[in-house]
């Protein structure tokens, strides 16, 4: 289960951070966000053994993934906020890919996460 909170009514260039409190983790922890009339659009993403992080081109430079392993919490803290950043966003946990060479990896694919939250509202204004 996984249970967002943080989300709220932020000015153009301020900061916020979002929680997602997990009753246990998976391989790969990510953040998504959808606003009214897009397409769900993966954020970062969190690979919960190696703390390796990737990030979607949006986000880069701006948004920090974190995780408390000792509270089974996923932080996202976004800085410099745009209107544009004004969505609904999820944390959600994954098992991730696996190549080839049976290598192990996460990335901002949704299809590669099985479970989601319900999602906190990010409005910046």
């Known amino acids: 289960q996984l249970v967002e909170s943080g989300g709220g009514s932020v000015q153009a260039g301020g900061s916020l951070r979002v929680s997602c409190a997990a009753s246990g983790y998976m391989y790969c922890m990510g953040w998504f966000r959808q606003a009214p009339g897009k397409e769900r659009e993966g954020l970062a993403v969190v690979n919960t053994r190696s703390d390796d992080r990737y990030y979607g081109d949006s986000v880069k430079g701006r948004f920090i993934i974190s995780q408390d392993n000792a509270q089974n919490t996923l932080y996202l803290q976004m800085n410099s906020l745009e209107p544009e950043d004004t969505a609904m966003y999820y944390c959600?946990?994954?098992?991730?890919?696996?190549?080839?060479?049976?290598?192990?990896?996460?990335?901002?694919?949704?299809?590669?996460?099985?479970?989601w939250g319900q999602g906190t509202q990010v409005t910046v204004s």
């Open positions: 959600a946990a994954g098992d991730g890919r696996t190549s080839i060479s049976n290598y192990r990896y996460c990335d901002l694919a949704a299809v590669t996460f099985c479970s």
